[in-house]
């Protein structure tokens, strides 16, 4: 009889025999993952919409569609999620036996493992924020895979606060900049149209129209959005009040494209930079200036230029002042800057040209039509 050659399969089997047949087969890595990657794509396109559902909080209108997705990734016969206001999603049929278990996790803050029972508490900065239950009749789901999926759950959560916070902040700068009518303007605009109303009434009857059209504008109650015709209004009312202050010495030229005047944009966008053009440009400096504001249709861009003749800057104080870094009582551009880079996109900033005493020029650049932004 023939002996079989060394490292032969008659070998691995004597070896698996010798080994009481627990012995595995070797493969290599590519061998070994194939046929996987499908599923764990489908885990992480899951763990994603999870998230999602996750971020207006436990008590949001998808929390039970998230707990519908924790109970596929657990393979659970049922997932509970409980908020602290007592709003309470079950995916799969829930155990009356659960309600007690919540209150006790609420109570201590604590784990608890009550079989077919496992409790989480869901924390976000170390405060307590919900309760997450699982059911596992069979015990096939383990305390530490419960555990991992508390952890991102608390992490989306925390998420969604952010976000939460964020669009807050948004909302709460642009109240500010409503609010943000320079005390002395008000009060130099209403010398001035004091000082008409026996020699000029006309003028000054023009100018309180003028008056009362911008801090309409810059105060009342609007969405997030407004066009660029609203925007171009509420400058002119805003430089004819400034021209009767400043009088010879300020010089305007506007100049608009009808085909970019309904284009939407962030309301209180272009004011801020024809302010800070007159404030920082023109009145430091004795001699008149110019401020000309253009817009004009770019191929699919809107483009509005905000131009000074006036006493300019250092370009590395402008990007200092872009980056929200300068002098707190001129942030500005800054506010504009970044209120167009979260509603556009990074490549959609303020691009600022300035020297010392050669004026400056303030470029806005936006899309004439993006989904989601709508004049209201």
């Known amino acids: 009889m023939a002996a079989a050659p060394a490292g032969s399969a008659a070998d691995g089997a004597a070896d698996d025999a010798a080994c009481g047949g627990s012995r595995r087969r070797w493969w290599p890595p590519w061998r070994r993952w194939r046929g996987r990657e499908p599923l764990s794509i489908e885990t992480l396109a899951l763990g994603r919409r999870i998230a999602a559902d996750l971020t207006e909080g436990l008590a949001g209108p998808r929390a039970r569609s998230a707990a519908r997705g924790i109970r596929r990734v657990l393979a659970a016969d049922a997932v509970g999620l409980a908020a602290l206001s007592g709003s309470m999603v079950w995916a799969g049929h829930p155990l009356p036996e659960a309600a007690q278990l919540i209150e006790d996790v609420m109570r201590t803050e604590s784990v608890a493992v009550l079989p077919p029972f496992i409790a989480e508490p869901l924390q976000v900065n170390d ?105 171009f209004r509420a400058i002119e009312a805003y430089l004819a009040l400034q021209r009767a202050v400043l009088g010879e010495r300020l010089r305007v030229q506007i100049r608009v494209a009808p085909e970019v005047l309904a284009v939407a944009v962030p309301y209180l966008v272009l004011q801020p930079l024809v302010e800070n053009a007159i404030r920082h440009g023109i009145e430091p400096r004795p001699e008149p200036g110019l401020v000309q504001v253009h817009g004009e249709a770019v191929g699919t861009e809107c483009v509005i230029s905000v131009e000074d003749d006036g006493v300019g800057m250092d370009p590395e104080l402008a990007v200092t002042l872009l980056s929200g870094h300068g002098d707190p009582n001129c942030v500005g551009l800054a506010n504009v800057d970044r209120r167009l880079r979260s509603v556009y996109g990074p490549y959609y900033g303020l691009m600022v040209e300035t020297a010392q005493a050669a004026g400056t020029r303030v470029i806005v650049r936006v899309p004439r039509f993006q989904p989601g932004v709508v004049a209201s």
Do not use: C, K
């Open 127 to 231: 405060e307590l924020v919900g309760v997450l239950v699982v059911t596992s009749v069979d015990g096939t789901v383990s305390q530490p895979a419960v555990r991992e999926v508390a952890l991102w759950v608390a992490y989306a959560l925390e998420r969604g606060r952010l976000e939460s916070s964020a669009d807050i902040a948004a909302q709460a700068e642009l109240r500010a900049l409503r609010a943000e009518i320079s005390p002395h303007f008000v009060y130099n605009a209403l010398t001035v149209i004091a000082s008409f109303v026996r020699s000029d009434p006309d003028r000054a009857r023009d100018l309180m129209l003028d008056f009362a059209d911008y801090t309409r504008y810059s105060l009342a109650r609007h969405g997030d959005y407004t066009t660029v015709a609203d925007e």
